[in-house]
């Protein structure tokens, strides 16, 4: 079973609006929890990285959110662009692993439609 | 931009057929990492390595060979092509210790006919 699970699975948006992209995970002892986006075609690129103590990390247009508690993140878009159209995917790095074991949602097709 | 390629970057090949997906990464990671992606899907690890003369194979099963003879390369080899293998491969690499950050390359796309 996923450990990661992510929602929306796909989005359409206009240009210059926002929107947000929810995560939520299993995965436990959690050390960190990142946003990957994948361009069609291309290896993911990383946005965030947030620590069991961060509530809140931003990558300029990006803003992710993160409740260790409730075992949610959130990835918050300002301002879209037609650039932004990718997937987005959350992963979630396993505390107990020496290999820094990475679990991964399927992803969010966000399309930013001009 | 990551210092990290794979080539070819789109194969099309025959069942039956010896392939070799190519990997090299020019930040003297130790860590290096082969995922298996399908459209719509996340991505599965199918071999990973610790360093030079170290792999070890990933959640997903997978019929692939690696081999880790230089720290910056990490090929990945299908003795015997099947339309089964028709997928994204995705290759990673990451230093040892602190967050772990993974560094991805393009990936290839395999198509086997």
């Known amino acids: 079973k996923n450990q990661v699970e992510q929602s929306p699975q796909s989005l359409i948006i206009l240009e210059g609006k926002n929107c947000t992209l929810q995560c939520n995970y299993t995965v436990s002892p959690f050390s960190n929890l990142r946003w990957y986006k994948q361009d069609t075609g291309r290896g993911p690129v990383s946005l965030t990285i947030?620590?069991?103590?961060?509530n809140t990390k931003s990558n300029g247009r990006y803003t992710a959110t993160l409740d260790a508690d409730t075992k949610q993140s959130s990835l918050h878009i300002t301002a879209s662009q037609l650039s932004d159209s990718a997937s987005y995917i959350c992963?979630?790095?396993?505390?107990?692993?020496?290999?820094?074991?990475?679990?991964f949602g399927r992803g969010t097709q966000l399309t930013v439609w001009p | 931009e990551a210092d990290i390629y794979q080539t070819p970057r789109y194969l099309v090949i025959g069942t039956g057929k010896k392939i070799t997906l190519e990997c090299s990464q020019t930040?003297?990671?130790?860590?290096m990492y082969w995922y298996q992606q399908d459209p719509g899907m996340e991505l599965h690890l199918i071999h990973y390595?610790?360093?030079?003369?170290?792999?070890e194979k990933g959640d997903l099963s997978s019929e692939s060979t690696v081999s880790r003879i230089r720290t910056e390369h990490f090929p990945l080899t299908l003795e015997s092509a099947r339309p089964s293998h028709t997928s994204q491969y995705l290759c990673a690499s990451s230093e040892v210790g602190g967050q772990h950050i993974q560094y991805f390359g393009a990936g290839t796309r395999l198509s086997v006919l």
């Open positions: 947030m620590t069991f103590s961060e």
């Open positions: 992963v979630v790095v396993d505390r107990g692993s020496t290999l820094g074991r990475l679990y």
């Open positions: 390595s610790y360093g030079v003369n170290s792999t």
């Open positions: 930040m003297g990671h130790d860590k």
